[in-house]
Each structure stands twice: as structure tokens, then as C-alpha cells.
């Protein structure tokens, strides 16, 4: 099993910008980020394929960018124009060839928008 680990959570100003990253241990095909904020349930923030093939969820398009270095295991979350209901825990998460769900999870790292 895949393990995840993802950094560079923090708290920011509404309008500012965070980059976030994860590394996994070992080769995987999709990888993507999941939030959830307190109350609410995980939702689906941006993924990404190995070959490039990007989704993202509605609330975040034109203003997250998901991005990966697959020599690298790792994949980055580059978050611009925050507002506050951007804050939550922010989960890298990695799914195997055809299967259906996601598989591998990180602990998590807090996202904080401040007003």
C-alpha cells in the first residue's frame, strides 16, 4: 500500500495563496486532494493522472491548479484567490489502475482562511 504524506497546510489571508504538496512512496496512477471542513462531508478539491488528465471540483476551478512530478511521487496543490470557505483539512488521496475508488489517504494537513 501507497503511503501518502502531505505538507505545506498553514493559515492565510482571504485572497492569498498556498501550495501544497504530497509524497507518495511508491508509483501510482491517479492522484488527487480531498477537503473537508468541519460539519461537512469530503469533497472533491482537483485530481490528477499519470498522464496528465486533470478533474477538478466546481467550487475551485480557475483558482486551484493541481499539478504533479511523477520522477518524484509527488503532486502539488497550488491554491490562489482563498476564501473562507476554502478552509478545512486537505487530504492527498491515490487510486490504482481501473479501480473505482481511492484507495491510499494522507493524514491530512489544515488549511486556514482567515477574513
Known amino acids: 500500500q501507497v503511503q501518502l504524506v502531505e505538507s505545506g497546510g498553514g493559515l492565510v489571508q482571504a485572497g492569498g495563496s498556498l501550495r501544497l504538496s504530497c509524497v507518495a512512496s511508491?508509483?501510482?496512477?491517479?492522484l488527487g486532494w480531498f477537503r473537508q471542513a468541519p460539519g461537512n462531508q469530503r469533497e472533491l478539491v482537483a485530481t490528477i493522472n499519470a498522464l496528465g488528465q486533470r478533474n477538478y471540483g466546481d467550487s475551485v476551478k480557475d483558482r486551484f491548479t493541481i499539478s504533479r512530478d511523477n520522477a518524484l511521487n509527488t503532486v502539488y496543490l497550488q491554491m490562489n484567490s482563498l476564501n473562507v470557505e476554502d478552509t478545512g483539512v486537505y487530504y492527498c488521496?491515490?487510486?490504482?489502475?481501473?479501480?473505482?475508488?481511492?484507495?491510499?489517504w494522507g493524514r491530512g494537513t489544515q488549511v486556514t482562511v482567515s477574513s
Open positions: 488521496a491515490g487510486k490504482y489502475p481501473l479501480a473505482v475508488d481511492f484507495a491510499a
Open positions: 511508491g508509483n501510482i496512477f491517479t
